[in-house]
């Protein structure tokens, strides 16, 4: 299980890898195609049987900040799930203490709980405008 948290302040990535409900490290990113690429090499390095086939990537929907994630993910065909926040806070039931790292680990256990109701995301089609095309459109789920 791998989660993420964006972070708004500085902008960017949290990242927690669960591994058999144990977390097994934390990794922060820039939220860009650069700083996605250096977690997926810095997960290779941990943990060398991790691929986009046996991983689940796990984040909160956060509209359109998660787009080029969901594109990345998209073009590597990686299981994603994007959850509504409300959803995993109440799983968890009253926590204190709140950052992005502490954020990440609880959206990466979350995950690993759940990962038998992951909804996994897929892209629905989105207008394109002439010459171009759309990666993106809309976030879209199915069981």
Known sequence: MTSL??????PG?????VVANKLLFHYQSSNDQKGIESFVKHLKQQYPQASFDNSLYCMEHTGIYNNH?????????ANSWVE???HIKESLGMIRGKNDKVDAQRIALYAYKNRD???LWTARAAPTQAGGHSKVGPLDSHS
């Open 69 to 77: 994630l969901l594109n990345f993910f998209q073009d590597k065909r």
């Open 5 to 10: 948290k964006l972070r708004h302040r500085p």
């Open 84 to 86: 509504h926040p409300i």
């Open 13 to 17: 990535l949290d990242w927690a890898v």
């Open 117 to 119: 109701e992951a909804r």
